[in-house]
C-alpha cells in the first residue's frame, strides 16, 4: 500500500467515510476564497453535482486558474470567477452588485474564506485582518446578498469555523487589536465570531427559508499554515496522520450543503458530516447579540 493509502486509512479510524450522490442541477453557489484549498475542493464537488458556482477569490488570475482547473476536471463545469477582496467592504459591494446583476438565484453562500495567524495587518476599512475578513467580510457580504438568498429559498449560507474557536474569546474592548495583538488570539477569535454569527443569523432567519451552518473542517493539509513559524509547523505534522486532504476536509461542507435542511440543525456547528456541540462562549446567546450589534456598527449597516 502506499503511504498516502496507508495515512488514508489510519484517519478513516477517526473519521467517518461520507458520500453522497445528490445532484445540485439548477442551483447557483457561490464560494469563497476558491481558488485553493477547501474552498477549490467545495467548488469542484458542487460543480460535479451540476451546480453553476461563482468562485469569489482576491486575485482575479488564480481566480480564474482555479475555474479553468475545475473545467479540465470536471465535465460540463458551471464554473465563473469573480474578484472579491474579503478585506475591503468596496471590493464586498462591487461583488454584491456583479452577482445581483448576472444571477436570478442564490442557494448557497459558503463564506469559506480566510487568513491565519498572520502579522498584525489592518484591511482597507482599518478593521484588523483576521477579525475583518474572516468575520466581518462574510457578515457584510450576507447582509449585502440575503435578499438573494431569501428570494431563492430554500437556501442556505455555510460558515467556516474552526475547532480552534474553542479558545477563542471576543475581545469587545479591542476588537482592532491596537491594544495587545496576538495572532492566535485574533484567529481564535474570528473563528469564534464564525460560530457566533451562524447561530445568530440561523435565528434571525427562522421562517424565510434562509438556513445556516457553521463548519469545523478538522485538520487539513493547505496553505492556511502559511504564516505559521516553522516550529508549531513541525509539532502540527507530527499529527500526519490525523491531517485530511482538501477533498477529505470540503466533506462537512459538502454534507451541510447537500444534507436535506430537516436533518439539520438551523444555527448548528458540524464536524466530520455531524452535528456538534460548540464551546460555551459558542453558544452564548448574548455574546452573538452583542458581536451582531458591534459587527453593523463597524459596518454602517442595519441589520
Ligand atoms: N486547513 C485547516 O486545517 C483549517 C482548519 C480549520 C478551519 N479552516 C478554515 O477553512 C477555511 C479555508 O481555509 P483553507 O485551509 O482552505 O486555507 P487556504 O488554502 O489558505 O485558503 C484560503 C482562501 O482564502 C482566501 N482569502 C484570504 N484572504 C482573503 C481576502 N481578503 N479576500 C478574499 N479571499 C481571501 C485565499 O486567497 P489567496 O489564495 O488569494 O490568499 C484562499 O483562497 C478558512 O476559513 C479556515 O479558517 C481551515
Redesign the pocket.
Known amino acids: 500500500m502506499s503511504k498516502a493509502g496507508e495515512m488514508q486509512g489510519l484517519r478513516s479510524l477517526f473519521y467517518p467515510n461520507w458520500s453522497s450522490d445528490v445532484r445540485l442541477d439548477g442551483k447557483t453557489a457561490v464560494v469563497?476564497?476558491?481558488?485553493?484549498?477547501?474552498?477549490?475542493e467545495t467548488a469542484k464537488d458542487l460543480a460535479g453535482r451540476g451546480a453553476r458556482v461563482i468562485l469569489?477569490?482576491?486575485?482575479t488570475a488564480?481566480g480564474e486558474e482555479a475555474a479553468r482547473h475545475i473545467v479540465r476536471e470536471v465535465k460540463g463545469a458551471k464554473v465563473v470567477a469573480r474578484q472579491?477582496?474579503?478585506?475591503?467592504t468596496r471590493s464586498i459591494c462591487r461583488f454584491a452588485e456583479s452577482v445581483y446583476s448576472t444571477e436570478k438565484a442564490l442557494h448557497y453562500l459558503i463564506n469559506?474564506?480566510?487568513?491565519?495567524i498572520c502579522p498584525y495587518a489592518t484591511?482597507a476599512d482599518g478593521f484588523e485582518l483576521q477579525f475583518g475578513?474572516?468575520h466581518l467580510?462574510h457578515f457584510f457580504l450576507t447582509f449585502l446578498l440575503l435578499d438573494l438568498l431569501k428570494h431563492s429559498a430554500p437556501s442556505r449560507v455555510i460558515n467556516?469555523?474552526?475547532?480552534?474557536h474553542a479558545m477563542g474569546k471576543i475581545h469587545f474592548d479591542d476588537l482592532s487589536g491596537e491594544k495587545r495583538y496576538h495572532p492566535v488570539k485574533a484567529?481564535v477569535q474570528s473563528?469564534l465570531a464564525?460560530v457566533l454569527f451562524t447561530r445568530e443569523l440561523g435565528r434571525r432567519t427562522k421562517g424565510l427559508g434562509v438556513t445556516a451552518y457553521a463548519v469545523?473542517?478538522?485538520?487539513?493539509?493547505?496553505?492556511?499554515?502559511?504564516h505559521i513559524k516553522q516550529p508549531l509547523v513541525d509539532i502540527i505534522k507530527t499529527f500526519r496522520f490525523m491531517?485530511k486532504t482538501?477533498a477529505e476536509?470540503a466533506y462537512t461542507t459538502i454534507y451541510c450543503t447537500v444534507t436535506p435542511a430537516e436533518e439539520l440543525s438551523n444555527g448548528g456547528f458540524y464536524r466530520d458530516c455531524a452535528l456538534a456541540t460548540p464551546c460555551n462562549a459558542g453558544r452564548d446567546e448574548g455574546t452573538a447579540l452583542k458581536l451582531w450589534a458591534v459587527s453593523c456598527h463597524l459596518l454602517g449597516i442595519h441589520w
Open positions: 469563497t476564497g476558491a481558488n485553493t484549498g477547501l474552498g477549490k469569489a477569490c482576491r486575485d488564480r472579491l477582496d474579503l478585506a475591503d469559506n474564506a480566510g487568513v491565519a484591511t475578513v474572516n467580510g467556516l469555523s474552526s475547532c480552534s484567529y473563528k464564525n469545523d473542517p478538522g485538520l487539513v493539509n493547505t496553505k492556511i499554515i502559511r491531517i482538501p476536509g
